[in-house]
């Protein structure tokens, strides 16, 4: 299997995982349950909500996609 390939399966997984996660965190916060806080922490540490989780989906399902359209234009040319 190639490195294109291993990539986009990866991209792609991860990108599930984040995609539930995000979908768990936010019906959880319409419950008004809320696992990490929303308001920015001492120190300045960054706050994590569900919006995390789907922009981490978004940039993983965009990195699957850009993989497999390179694999399938490396193998056009062989």
């Keep these: ?4 390939k291993q990539l986009s399966m ?3 997984w991860i990108g599930i995982v984040s995609t539930v996660l995000a979908l ?3 019906g959880l916060a319409v419950l ?6 929303s308001v920015p922490l001492a120190g300045g540490k960054i706050p994590v909500s569900y ?6 989906a978004l ?3 965009t990195m699957a996609i850009a ?3 390179i694999a399938w234009a490396k193998a056009q040319k062989a």
Excluded at 1 to 4: G, I, K
Excluded at 32 to 37: A, E, K, M
Excluded at 51 to 56: A, I
């Design 51 to 56: 919006h995390t989780f789907l922009e981490g």
């Design 1 to 4: 299997m190639n490195l294109e």
């Design 67 to 69: 993989s497999t359209v």
């Design 24 to 26: 768990i965190l936010r």
């Design 10 to 12: 990866a991209a792609y």
């Design 32 to 37: 008004g349950v809320f696992i990490f806080p």
């Design 59 to 61: 940039l993983f399902f």
